[in-house]
């Protein structure tokens, strides 16, 4: 499948296309714009903060308001767009999994972390004014020593770790009730194959097989996470396909369908408007005149 939107590297979006650098922070005051498409995707993560102002994002057809003393969680693959903003100040970390996992021990150390790769939470954390201190705090000191002629990789990465272990503090805080790493784990385990196979037609069972576990055990995980079925989850993954396919390309809606295995385009259109309340004709345009005149 061809990609619909451009996907960037760190470099990149530093308007240092050459560069193969995974770990960079910089303030909205002093960054260059970058020289990208509106619409995008990252290969990395980005965490935004936001000092002033106030900026609208949208993220896989989701819309949301940062403002002050707020945190906003970006992670590989969404489809991002920066809509507006107004007298903004702030910033912009972003890394790589490989920058994070350096030197780690624990391979899933990052999919322990539940802001991140979340597609069921709302990626902005709005944070009391002690946290925000303290989280801007830890980021000053990412700034120091990123200045610094002999910057370490090891040190920002610790660093990198301790800002993380702050936001995830003041998640769980908020959580009505905790989460088992080793569920969180396994979910997010469980969507990377998704974002993998989708278009395999894999059912449950296969996702149960390749993560050694039960069809059962999986659904409870699931469930647990999201709130949906392990059907009901692969069904919205296609069905995000086929928005962004609709959106982005000049496929008709029957081909779109037929494309992501559903070949009955009447059944296709029925599941389409329950989740959505439009037609996938009607979205198609609706979303066409938002996103491709930009």
């Known amino acids: 499948m061809k990609n619909l939107v451009p996907s960037y590297s760190i470099g990149q979006f530093m308007n240092q296309p050459e560069s193969r650098t995974q770990f960079e922070i910089t303030s909205f005051e002093t960054m260059h714009e970058p020289d990208i498409e509106d619409v995008h995707k990252h290969l990395f993560y980005e965490i935004l903060w936001t000092d002033a102002g106030r900026s609208n994002h949208s993220i896989d057809y989701k819309e949301y308001v940062l403002t002050p003393r707020s945190l906003f969680f970006i992670s590989p693959g969404q489809i991002h767009y920066f809509e507006e903003w107004h007298r ?175 070949f009955d385009s009447s059944y296709f259109a029925k599941l389409f408007r329950l989740e959505e309340g439009l037609s996938p004709l009607e979205f198609k345009k609706q979303m066409s005149e938002k996103y491709r005149k930009l």
């Open 88 to 262: 903004l100040r702030g910033g912009s970390l972003l890394f790589t999994e490989d920058f994070f996992l350096l030197r780690q021990q624990k391979s899933d150390t990052l999919f322990e972390l539940s802001f991140l790769d979340n597609f069921y939470a709302n990626p902005c954390l709005e944070l009391s004014k002690r946290d925000f201190t303290d989280i801007r705090h830890t980021i000053d000191l990412l700034f120091t020593e990123q200045r610094r002629d002999d910057a370490s990789d090891v040190i920002l990465q610790s660093l990198l770790h301790v800002l993380v272990a702050q936001i995830q503090r003041c998640v769980d805080a908020r959580a009505e009730e905790s989460i088992s790493k080793k569920y969180l784990v396994l979910f997010k385990h469980f969507k990377r194959l998704l974002d993998e196979h989708f278009l395999d037609g894999w059912t449950s069972g296969d996702y149960a097989d390749a993560l050694h576990i039960t069809q059962h055990h999986l659904n409870l995980v699931v469930k647990r996470l999201s709130g949906a079925t392990t059907t009901e989850v692969i069904r919205s993954r296609s069905l995000l396909e086929a928005k962004r396919y609709l959106t982005f390309s000049d496929l008709s809606v029957t081909e779109v369908a037929s494309m992501l295995g559903f």
